[in-house]
């Protein structure tokens, strides 16, 4: 039985939060026996952070998270999506884990009970501990064992209180970025690597959602992609096909696998190397997941084009007319749209969550003291448009997540790109909430689109 309407088309149970990430926000570095991450050496390196800065204070999350949870429960939201930080439970990746560090994140969901939010866990969002990395990090099939490991620890430690679990964040980002375009850590700038890294990462989800079955916990368990379906610069077959080439990569590769279809041969049969898929692998990642999370902040469009070293996928992208953000990316609502109803016409999943959305502008404060930010205010409500409009199409879609409760460490670009609803002053951290959160505050509790 649906779910009635409320005034604004969104149903009465939509699931409304904020996101945020363990090395984002959580500072700390090196608190309670917390363990380096690939993170914490990709910023050691000159010139890997575009200002030279590190996720060691962030937004001293560690310290404040109850000055963040206020911040949730004045915009009314019902969940809150946070990562984990692996080091801080396994500082080698191994072994027993720290009581610190499970302490710290029981406090923290226990606060969030306490206020009526919803904890949503992410297990991986990125901050591999460094020895692992130094033994082969995702190229090495043992590191999915050693994540199998600590997830087990955080379904006994927290399971049943955390309803909502999710594997990995972004995968594609971790394997490509990461061991193929070197943008991310741990930097590395080699195509086969990153394939070795795909599978290891989707192994690693499937061994944990096994575990979470077995850990008889209950709840739901998901995984998290930022899945790409470009628009074609005309419609020619060749723009078709290119725009279709171009989406295997960031959708079709993950999918594929986790609803039991395998890699798509079109993208194996011209991978730079093979998949190390051993018997029983493809089983295990297809093990059933209840929703799948999306991350979606653009959309870009793709032409057909000669394979070239730079191309080899034989498309490019070509120019679009849309606005952009500070990150240069392409201002599209109905992209969202898109991606949502190609993912649920394609593998019909029971339920899906858009858990990261919003953008990146230049923000300052106004001689009145606030934080005017219309173009991102803009950017939400004509998204949340497109979700309302997905949910007419049609689309299983339970709920939306705004990143980022705060402005916080953005990987590559250090401190430069803003993406939070609630400003963080440097060297207090004191929280300033801007216009934003003030708007998104509306569109929780149903007035946030006309």
């Known amino acids: 039985m649906k779910s009635p309407l409320r005034n604004d088309g969104f149903p009465s149970d939509f699931i409304w939060g904020c996101g945020t990430a363990s090395y984002q926000i959580e500072g700390a570095a090196k608190e309670d026996g917390r363990g380096p991450s690939i993170w914490d050496e990709q910023a050691s390196f000159s010139g890997r952070i575009l200002d030279g800065s590190d996720g060691s204070q962030a937004c001293d999350s560690y310290h404040r998270y109850m000055e963040d949870i206020e911040l949730l429960k004045t915009l009314g939201v019902g969940a809150y999506r946070f990562s984990i930080a692996w080091p801080r439970i396994q500082p080698e990746g191994r072994g027993k884990p720290l009581n610190p560090g499970l302490d710290y994140y029981s406090r923290l969901v226990d606060a969030l009970l306490e206020k009526g939010i919803e904890p949503w866990a992410t297990l991986y969002h990125w901050d591999l501990p460094l020895a692992l990395e130094r033994a082969g990090g995702w190229t090495n099939r043992e590191t999915s064992y050693r994540f199998v490991e600590y997830t ?16 990995v964040n972004e995968p594609w980002c971790s394997a490509f970025l ?15 690597a990153a394939i070795a890294a ?4 989707l192994l690693a989800h499937g061994l944990c959602a096994q575990a979470h079955r077995d850990s008889g916990k209950g709840g739901v368990f998901g995984i998290v992609i930022n899945p790409s379906t470009p628009r074609p610069a005309t419609g020619c ?12 990569e960031r959708t079709a590769l993950w999918l594929d696998p986790v609803f039991g279809r395998g890699y798509p041969k079109e993208y194996t049969d011209a991978a730079p190397a093979e998949f190390p898929v051993k018997t029983g692998d493809m089983d295990l990642i ?9 991350n ?19 498309y490019a992208k070509v120019p679009s007319w849309q606005e952009k953000t500070e990150m240069d990316w392409y201002i599209v609502p109905q992209g969202l749209r898109r991606v949502l109803r190609h993912i649920s016409r394609e593998y019909s999943p029971k339920a899906i969550y858009v858990t990261e959305n919003g953008a990146a502008f ?7 003291g606030g934080i005017h930010d219309p173009g991102r205010i803009d950017y939400l409500k004509s998204h949340l448009g497109a979700c309302r409009e997905a949910i007419v199409d049609g689309v299983p879609l339970r709920g939306y997540f705004v990143w980022s409760l705060l402005d916080n460490f953005e990987w590559a670009w250090g401190y430069t790109r803003k993406f939070g609803i609630t400003a963080v002053e440097p060297g207090s951290f004191a929280r300033k ?5 003030y708007y998104y505050r509306d569109a929780v509790a149903g007035f946030g689109l006309d």
């Open 286 to 294: 297809a093990s059933p997941v209840d929703f799948i999370g999306v």
């Open 152 to 167: 087990a620890i955080m379904f006994e430690k927290l399971g049943g209180r955390v309803k909502s679990w999710t594997s």
């Open 198 to 201: 795909v599978h290891h990462l």
């Open 178 to 192: 990461g061991y193929q375009y070197g943008e991310h850590a741990p930097g590395l700038h080699d195509p086969k």
């Open 237 to 248: 077959p060749g723009d078709l096909a290119a725009a279709r080439r171009a989406s295997l």
């Open 362 to 368: 230049k923000d300052e404060v106004s001689k009145d």
């Open 296 to 314: 979606y902040y653009d959309e870009n469009v793709v032409a057909e084009c000669k394979p070239t070293p730079d191309a080899p996928w034989g």
């Open 433 to 437: 909430p801007k216009d934003s959160f």
